[in-house]
Each structure stands twice: as structure tokens, then as C-alpha cells.
């Protein structure tokens, strides 16, 4: 029996990005997943092969889009130029040629230690972001008065 007269085989490929999340006070410090009813995500993963892995190489800990570019058969070394345009036209800003996009997060920072207590304090952030955001954006360079800055 040759390659052509083998039954097509199907496959469903399925990451779930972030799936760990973090913990959140309003959920009793569990994460929501912990929470969430998962029987499709259950029938799902017992039916399958899982598990973890380095998607580049081993031992590199790397983000979701490095990550991704790797699963899908690209080489991150050579693909890959950073997401702050994915990030811009995700926030609903317009990339234009010559613009430069950076992904960022605010931190808490312990005023007495001055230590950052979080480096992503973007996560709870429903109240202070936007008027952060609103206080950064369109903010002016001196040394480059013809640009501004543009914040989500």
C-alpha cells in the first residue's frame, strides 16, 4: 500500500496561550482556571497528547510570539522583529511607514525600598491605566518635536 492509498490523517492542534494566568484576589487568590468549569477542556486533553515543551530550544524561555512564530515552522532568529506593532495595531493604532512600536508594561515600584514589586502591573490595573495611559499620550520629545508619543 503506498503513501497515496493511506486514509488522511486529521489533526487538531490546540495551544492555549497563557493558560496558567495568575492568581486574582476576587477568585480567592486562585487563578481562573482553577475556577473555571473545564469538561471540554478535559474530554479534550484526555483524548490527546500533552505536555510541555521548548519551543525554540532548550533551556530558552521565551514569550507567546517567539513562541508561536517557532510552532508554526518559523525560525524566531531570523523571523521575528518584535511585537510592539502587533501590540499598536492590536491597541487600535494605525502603523504607518517610519513609525517605531514597543510593548511595555507600567510596574509598582515600593516607594521605601525601591524595589519593583510587580513588573507587570498592568494585569490589575482597571482604574490607574487608563488615566497613566491618558497622561503619556501624545506626549512630545524634545530632542524630536515632530513625534509623539502614543500610549494604550
Known amino acids: 500500500m503506498g503513501a497515496a492509498d493511506l486514509p488522511k490523517q486529521r489533526v487538531a492542534f ?3 496561550d497563557g493558560l496558567g494566568d495568575v492568581s486574582l ?4 487568590n486562585r487563578t481562573p482556571l482553577q475556577v473555571a468549569k473545564i469538561p471540554n477542556l ?3 486533553a484526555s483524548a490527546g497528547i500533552n505536555g510541555l515543551m521548548d519551543p525554540v530550544e532548550a ?9 508561536h512564530l517557532s510552532l508554526l515552522g518559523y525560525d524566531p532568529r ?11 495595531m492590536g491597541a ?7 513609525d517605531i512600536a514597543f510593548k511595555s508594561n507600567f510596574a509598582t515600584l ?25 497622561a503619556l499620550d501624545k506626549l512630545k520629545l524634545p530632542s524630536f518635536p515632530e513625534y509623539e508619543v502614543r500610549v494604550r
Open 110 to 134: 515600593d516607594e521605601k525600598s525601591e524595589v519593583v514589586t510587580s513588573r507587570r502591573a498592568d494585569r490589575h490595573f482597571e482604574e490607574e491605566g487608563p488615566i497613566l495611559c491618558a
Open 42 to 44: 478535559d474530554a479534550i
Open 14 to 16: 490546540v495551544l492555549i
Open 92 to 98: 487600535g493604532l494605525a502603523m504607518q511607514p517610519g
Open 78 to 88: 531570523v523571523y521575528y522583529r518584535g511585537r510592539g506593532a502587533f501590540e499598536t
Open 25 to 28: 484576589p476576587r477568585f480567592g
Open 59 to 67: 533551556g530558552l524561555g521565551c514569550g507567546s510570539d517567539t513562541a
